[in-house]
């Protein structure tokens, strides 16, 4: 791999946010596998986040804003998935899933 590639606007995007995950992650507790997929979300986060954040603060730099959604993403993303379990989302999903093809209560509802 030569250095030419991290000149590539792709690379130059997606770095900064890899950047502060990775940098968020040296403060993480937990599994591996929780590590791992918290990183990924917060790199994800922040190359997609990057762009709008700029938009709405003209004055930043877009890779110090792609660095910082990459080091606060996780924890975003960690909160976000807090709320999905609080609300139970994936039960009201399926309920609502069961009544829409027509089928009958889960059986733990019926005893």
Known sequence: MSLENFN??????????VLGSL????????????KL??????AVFARYGTATLVSYVNALDPG????ILGLVGMAIVAKIFEFWEK???????????????????RKNDEE
């Open 37 to 42: 997929g918290m990183f990924l979300a917060g």
């Open 64 to 67: 110090f804003a792609g660095y």
């Open 23 to 34: 940098t968020a992650l040296l403060f993480l507790k937990g599994p591996w596998q929780l």
């Open 87 to 105: 609300l139970e989302a994936a039960n009201l999903f399926q309920d609502a899933l069961r009544k829409w093809l027509g089928l009958g209560p």
């Open 8 to 17: 590539h606007p792709e690379v130059a995007k997606t770095l900064p946010g």
